[in-house]
């Protein structure tokens, strides 16, 4: 029986699932996992690249729902450990060890790792400010602005059976998830581990980042109408910003990176507001 878990939903990710699952199988402590590849519907041909790979488990879930999707994937799981990781992103060959170095935590309940949109500036800047974002909030512990995001999650068998399923919604279960296990075991059963690092291979452009900003503010407004949760304000969004500055960005840096936060916020709040 693995010791972890890895559950992948998968929709028409025929484009990016290839490199995933590479980047999965040739991890350094690979022979620890089962991955578990839940398509969800497809009709490209993610299937047929999943089954490329032998030690890769293909189910299928009729429910066109990411989560539902990866409810599946754990009903269908043995591991101690349940990792989620979305098809468009490839972890570090380090990934598996550092969410396993995060779960000798014995309070850590959920750990979550950094994102990365590769080295491409700005790109990259905006990616440092987004690692910054989860670490500032995981140390001041204000229990009100945690999230969750199941591209780079890892998660302890019994507490999903304790405080899950993940709901079927069209986005925000794994926020709503990580909230339920801060309210139910504190802001300590949250953890952040920035070696456990994916490369986010759909983030390509700004174009594709200021994209998700609009998602995100209406998903995070939604969801702030059925829980006790919040946006980050304006002043900690700075605070953020000037920890990443820290970092020893340049001038130039820092101000494109403050151009770009600024338009982001901007269409983040509009999503925000059209929300019925």
């Not at 009729?62 to 450990?81: F, I, L």
Request: charged fraction near 25%.
């Amino acid at each position: 029986m693995a010791r972890y878990s890895v559950i992948l939903p998968a929709y028409n990710v025929a484009r990016h699932l290839r490199a995933s699952l590479e980047g999965l199988t040739s991890q350094q402590t690979a022979d620890e996992m089962e991955i578990i590849v839940v398509d969800n519907n497809s009709t490209d041909d993610t299937v047929a690249i999943a089954r490329q790979f032998p030690r890769v488990r293909v189910l299928h879930e009729p429910v066109q729902s990411s989560y539902a999707a990866r409810n599946r994937g754990v009903r269908e799981s043995s591991g101690e450990y349940l990792a989620f990781l979305d098809p468009d992103c490839r972890p570090e060959p380090t990934w598996l060890a550092a969410l396993a170095r995060g779960m000798q935590n014995a309070n850590a309940h959920v750990v979550l790792g950094r994102r990365s949109y590769g080295d491409r500036w700005p790109l990259s800047l905006l990616s440092a400010y987004e690692a910054e974002k989860v670490a500032w909030i995981v140390e001041r512990r204000i229990p009100e602005v945690y999230s969750g995001y199941t591209n780079n999650m890892g998660m302890r068998r019994s507490t999903f059976e304790q405080l899950g399923p993940f709901m079927i919604r069209a986005r925000g279960g794994d926020t709503m998830l990580v909230r339920k296990v801060v309210d139910a075991l504190g802001c300590d059963a949250v953890s952040y581990v920035p070696e456990m690092v994916v490369r986010h291979l759909e983030m390509t452009s700004l174009a594709d980042y200021f994209q998700k900003r609009s998602i995100y503010g209406r998903s995070n407004e939604q969801i702030a109408r059925e829980i006790h949760f919040r946006s980050l304000r304006n002043g900690e969004r700075w605070a953020i910003y000037r920890r990443t500055l820290n970092r020893a960005h340049s001038r130039t840096s820092a101000l494109v990176l403050l151009l770009l936060l600024g338009v982001g916020a901007l269409l983040y709040e509009r999503a925000r507001r059209r929300v019925a």
